[in-house]
């Protein structure tokens, strides 16, 4: 197992709709979203088996909604990852929308699901 020798690096890649985490120039992990209006629906989150266990997930969403707050949206926590980071961090509860049938039922409309 390599140690992790540089500070993971968020940001937002909009054209493909996620936040991705990198490890050494790698791509180590992502949350994906879509927008809808002034709410951004995050639905899924994961990290690669090859990073796994050095909390990337975190620091990710945790950079990711921070974003979102920078940026005047709220959040919509679909991912079950989303959602159980926001329980353990009530900093973001005032910009936290809940989901509802009809966010999802947009977000699969959205998703072509």
Known sequence: MTEQTTTPVVRRVDDRHRYEIL?????????????????????????????????????????????VRASGMRIVPVCPYVAKFLKKHEEFADLTDPVTPEALRWLDGVLGR
Not at 28 to 34: C, E, M, N, S
Not at 43 to 53: K, P, R, S, Y
Request: charge should be negative; proline fraction near 0%; aromatic fraction near 8%.
């Open 23 to 67: 490890v050494d120039g790698e791509r180590a992990g992502l949350t994906a979203y879509r927008d809808r209006g002034e709410q951004r629906v995050f639905f899924h989150t994961e990290v690669d088996d090859a990073f796994a266990g050095q909390g990337l997930a975190s620091i990710l969403v945790q950079e990711a909604l921070t974003d």
